[in-house]
């Protein structure tokens, strides 16, 4: 592709700003089109947090049986269905958290922000209950394990004590493993800043329509009435991007789902140290502040009308779940109660993204649909997208990945 060539990208969010940043690197400026501003959606109120990846791989026994995964009913975010897994697309989870450590400097020197990035330990909380069913710890840490987990391991309930005094003394231990963590909206911007200094541009604007020719698209109609001319176009627009790529003649099926989340400071300090307990997640950040959310199927709420209200009941029972876990964190104060749409692959809701080419037009791109995971998978999808466009070609270390993510794998 031509440095000159004009390459809009229509969404601001986390997938959007890496994939203008990376276009930079390569020489080419994009302008980044959003109807409101910079990761003012679900972007910006991540949880943020790098998974280790090998856990993708062990955690998914939780994939749902053909029974329960016809019920239509959103299922958790990180489960998939039978006869897709996240293997398929692992090097976007693996490629991003390698790269992380580095990747803050590199914003922090080029966009001018801090990340707040660091890594953390994260640990799935395990009661007596549940280890006496499993049979021991060594079974529980051995498909992380198996799995590729080297820096998996059993942390005893003792050693978690002496990091949280007043965790429920129901908890026998848990599995621990690295993470890698950020802030999300400033991750975001961070991105967007140094990709400003590489050229790129960005405009507050709702886009309407394409203008075409051919096989091409030439340009995006903005709802002010002016109109963008277009060597290429690259969809990152999350849960809209159903109504969008339909006017592109191949919608793209998404079914958007509602996730919400506390942010809170406590009344004493905890160590950057995640804990899961069940449906409960208590993730502690660099800035002091606590991030509480309840991670079960029922917290993943279809709103196919794209209603972003947010639930008492949900906080409710993030704040219950952190008494019980912690008792000594019951009188948390909530700085926000925040919570936003994303994009899942429809019936039932599961996480599986769509990138790639876009069906039926040489100069069409598509990078959404990445449930909850957007920002952890943003600089991998980013640095391949941009390769793919600037090239016209699929990068070889990832062929069988866009086979896979491809709009047209699906037979819809």
Known sequence: MSKSSDV??????????????????????????????????????????????????????????????????PVDIS???????VRDWLFLHASSYDRMPEFAIELAERGGVDIEYCETPSTSLVTEEELEEAGGPQ????????????????IDGDSLRELFPSLNPAYAGGISHPAGQVEPYRFSLAMAQAAEKLGAEFLQGEVLDFTTRGDRITGVRLASGNELQADAVVLATGPWIGKLSAKLDSPIACRPVFSECLRATMPVDLPLHTLYAGALSILPKKNGEVILATYGAKDFVDRAGFDASLSEET???????????????????????????????????YQKPVMGPFPGWQNAFV?????????????????????????????????????????VSEGR
Do not use: N
């Open 367 to 407: 990078a959404t649909r990445f449930g909850g995971d957007g920002v952890c998978m943003s600089p991998a999808t980013g640095e391949v997208m941009a390769e793919l466009i600037d090239t016209g070609r699929v990068p070889l270390r990832t062929r069988r990945m866009f086979e896979c993510l491809a709009p």
């Open 315 to 349: 906080k409710l029972a993030a704040l219950e779940g952190v008494a019980r876990v912690l008792p000594a964190l019951e009188d948390a104060t909530i700085v926000e109660h925040r919570g936003d749409l994303l994009a899942m692959a429809p019936t039932p809701p």
């Open 79 to 85: 489960a998939t269905v039978p006869g897709v897994s």
């Open 8 to 73: 809009i990208v229509i969404g601001a969010g986390a997938i959007g700003c890496s994939v203008a940043y990376h276009l930079g690197h390569r020489g080419i400026s994009a302008r980044v089109v959003d109807r409101e501003s910079i990761a003012v959606r679900a972007s910006g109120k991540a949880w943020a947090v790098f998974t280790y990846p090998p856990t993708w791989i062990a955690d998914e026994h939780c994939i749902r049986q053909p029974s329960e995964a016809l019920e239509g009913a």
């Open 139 to 154: 079974d529980l840490v051995q498909p992380h394990l198996t799995a590729g987990g080297v820096e998996s391991r059993w």
